[in-house]
């Protein structure tokens, strides 16, 4: 948790985070662009990327590492990937 690697996976996490939930919202609105309660909509995509946030500081030490897009396996000695 103490590394920069481990917060470019959680701001990559978030941000991936932060659209979907955008999304899922502007989607669930069925609505147009211009209707859109944009207030509502970017609370609820910052509260999920917070939560995304919290769960990789509190998963950070328990089981395998990544991959993220933004990190790499970690191999065996014979080059292996380390699931």
């Known amino acids: 948790m ?3 690697a481990f917060w470019k996976a959680t701001a990559e996490r978030a941000i991936r985070t932060f659209a979907q939930s955008l999304a899922a919202v502007l ?3 069925a609505t147009s662009l211009l209707d859109v309660p944009w207030g509502a909509a970017l609370a609820t995509a910052g509260l999920a990327a917070l939560l995304a946030v ?3 500081i509190g998963a950070s ?3 395998a590492k990544g991959p ?3 990190e790499r396996p970690t191999t065996k000695g014979r080059g ?3 699931l």
């Open 61 to 63: 030490e328990a089981g």
């Open 68 to 70: 993220g897009l933004t």
């Open 27 to 29: 989607v669930a609105g």
């Open 2 to 4: 103490w590394t920069a």
């Open 80 to 82: 292996e990937p380390v």
């Open 54 to 56: 919290l769960t990789a």
